[in-house]
């Protein structure tokens, strides 16, 4: 084999690029797979560190949610307002239904333990219990203590139960208090506390760590506190109480100053990858440990396994390169052959003439239909490029100089107004607003400006024809702000006068409308003129379809019609209908754009 040929070459890489990285990848690798699987197994716990967060942050939502009726009761806050007397039985009566109130909230809150009212006005506790105490008293002290440590503030915070506490039972629980009051006044006279026991998370916590290996998840405050309490037992990985930092974690500043991540550690002489996340919502820390021996057992097997396929794969490749090489280098070389006839030649005649059925069958296919595709491009682009000049030339043959016709016009009207030629004073006025609108430089108006362009055409073209048309305009008073392309309908509604209603026996009617349908917007030129045959509508549909091409007589809806396609897309344009001796009508279809930005 000749060692200087493509084929050769193409062998030593293909072996190459298939064999070296093979090995260096199981050099490496049984060092990086232990990297590779924590965070493969970091993202498997996160997702269902997630599902947990949802869990019981749903429970922790709902609880919270309950007290939203009372916190829209005006009568109760007015009531806690002002200075409340027992002796008064209106007032005692008033407070037991807040207590009656505060009650039906924790049966319906399912898992609240408790709610209870702080009223400063009165340094009053009511509580969902219908127990009601008043300051002086350890009560009293404890919620007030409570409020001057927590700040009132709207987020959940662990509280263990007090030597003396306003609730019957005392457990551990989680506390969420409600300010009552307008956040404006910057003043908390009334909070609602609404009590979830730590036991609700406990024992879903407790039910997700049946496992012989210990303690799975935990949950964490933000300074790094147990939400949760966990039994002493010497098959545990380790015990936490509640409220209490968790000592067997070395690295628990990492998880409370870090969002989220992953680190091993070593409990008790066994190592265990923790991995954490951060709730959005409430700041909790979910914490899950995952013991070295339920991953290390899958690295060993992938170790072993990655040996053994290195081998067969380096035999395999062996022998495909050899089989790959002779398969690729023959069509390959047929097709740089036809590609250096076409670059080097400008042979753009030329196609590959070999049928195959594999994937360089569907090449050869690809560089026969490329090469005719340039071949048309070519054809389209010489044919675009001679419409282009037609089209400028038909451009430069109907301009005249508007700046001079427009101040010829403003002398005109001022002549006419001076002498009292009414008729004349009001089509001088029209036409020389109607060329200062055309003189604009942008290309863009909005359709209250497209409005009044046409009622000064339409003004000039009455004068002319002495009122030989109506003209009725009905546009949706949404789309006046809308930016529209300049002259879009001014053409239709000049074909509208001149091939519709100026032959028409008698007086005839013309109709701009215009609205929005779904996410289109569509205004419709009709008159009742003369109309056109079937064939004639045919005519110019097909016209339209094909791109415009030369025709001088139906240069403006051509025009129209392009300029459309142009700016807003292939999916726009015009719609024709028309009836002999019943009329025309012309549908016009843009976006509902309402931004110029939004244009492409």
């Known amino acids: 084999m000749n060692i200087h040929s493509l084929r050769f070459k193409l062998t030593v890489y293909f072996l190459i690029l298939i064999i070296v990285p093979m090995l260096v990848v199981s050099y490496f690798f049984y060092q990086n797979s232990t ?11 996160s997702t269902t560190l997630l599902m947990i967060e949802t869990s019981i942050e749903n429970v922790l939502e709902q609880s919270r949610f309950v007290a939203t009726p009372f916190l829209v009761n005006t009568k109760n806050r007015e009531f806690l307002e002002r200075e409340i007397h027992l002796s008064d039985y209106e007032d005692l009566n008033k407070l037991n239904q807040i207590m009656s109130d505060l009650k039906g909230m924790e049966i319906s809150g399912q898992n609240i333990y408790s709610i209870s009212l702080y009223n400063s006005i009165n340094r009053m506790l009511l509580t969902s219990e219908k127990n009601m105490f008043f300051y002086p008293n350890e009560e009293m002290n404890h919620i007030e203590k409570l409020i001057a440590e927590e700040g009132g503030a709207p987020r959940w915070f662990l509280e263990k139960w007090p030597s003396s506490t306003y609730l ?81 974690i ?50 060993t097997n992938l170790r072993n396994g990655v040996i053994v396929l290195d081998l067969l794969a380096a035999l395999a490749a062996m022998l495909l390169a050899y089989l790959f090489m002779k398969s690729i280098y023959n069509p390959m070389f047929r097709l740089l052959k036809a590609m250096k006839q076409t670059v080097d030649k400008k042979d753009f005649d030329y196609q590959i003439i070999e049928q195959r059925k594999d994937e360089f069958g569907i090449l ?76 604009k430089g942008d290309d863009w108006i909005t359709v209250k400006e497209m409005l009044d362009h046409i009622d000064n055409y339409l003004k000039i073209q009455k004068i002319r024809y002495r009122d030989k048309f109506e003209v009725s305009i009905d546009v949706e008073d949404e789309l006046m702000d809308m930016p529209i392309l300049k002259l ?7 074909n509208a006068i001149i091939h519709g209603v100026e032959m028409k026996g008698g007086k005839g009617a013309i109709s701009i409308t215009g609205y929005q349908l779904d996410e289109s917007v569509v205004f419709v030129v009709s008159d009742d003129g003369l109309g056109m045959t079937t064939q004639r509508l045919e005519e110019i549909r097909e016209h339209l379809k094909s791109g415009g091409g030369s025709s001088s007589e139906l240069f403006a809806l051509s025009n129209v019609d392009q300029r459309i396609k142009h700016y807003y897309g292939e999916g726009y344009g015009l719609e024709i209908f028309s009836q002999l001796n019943k009329g025309t009508t012309i549908e016009v279809y843009l976006p509902a754009y309402h931004r110029r930005d939004d244009l492409v």
């Open 364 to 439: 050869f296919l690809g560089f026969n239909a490329m090469i005719r595709n340039i071949q048309q491009l070519i054809k389209n682009l010489y044919q675009e490029k001679l419409l282009k000049q037609e089209f400028e030339l038909k451009l430069m043959q109907s301009r005249m100089n508007p700046h001079f016709l427009y101040n010829t016009l403003n002398s005109i009207y001022s002549i006419a107004k001076l002498h009292g030629v009414h008729e004349v004073t009001d089509m001088a006025y029209a036409l020389s607003h109607f060329f200062r609108h055309s003189l």
């Open 168 to 248: 019957t039972a005392r457990p551990n629980y989680i506390t969420y208090p409600i300010s009552l009051d307008p956040s404006e006044s910057g003043i908390r006279k009334n909070i609602l506390f609404v009590h979830v026991s730590e036991s609700t998370i406990s024992e879903y916590i407790k039910n997700l760590n049946k496992t012989d290996n210990g303690l799975k998840t935990l949950i964490l405050t933000k300074d790094g506190r147990s939400i949760v309490q966990t039994n002493i037992d010497k098959n545990k990985l380790f015990s936490v109480e509640f409220g209490e930092q968790p000592s067997m």
């Open 35 to 45: 990297h590779i699987i924590e965070e493969k197994i970091s993202e498997s716990v």
């Open 488 to 494: 879009l309908l001014q053409p239709l509604v000049e």
């Open 250 to 299: 070395k690295q628990l500043d990492r998880i409370t100053s870090e969002k989220e991540g992953s680190f091993s550690e070593n409990f008790a002489g066994r190592e265990v990858l923790v991995v954490f996340r951060t709730s959005e919502k409430t700041g909790f820390k979910y914490v899950n440990f995952v013991p070295r021996e339920d991953w290390n057992k899958e690295i």
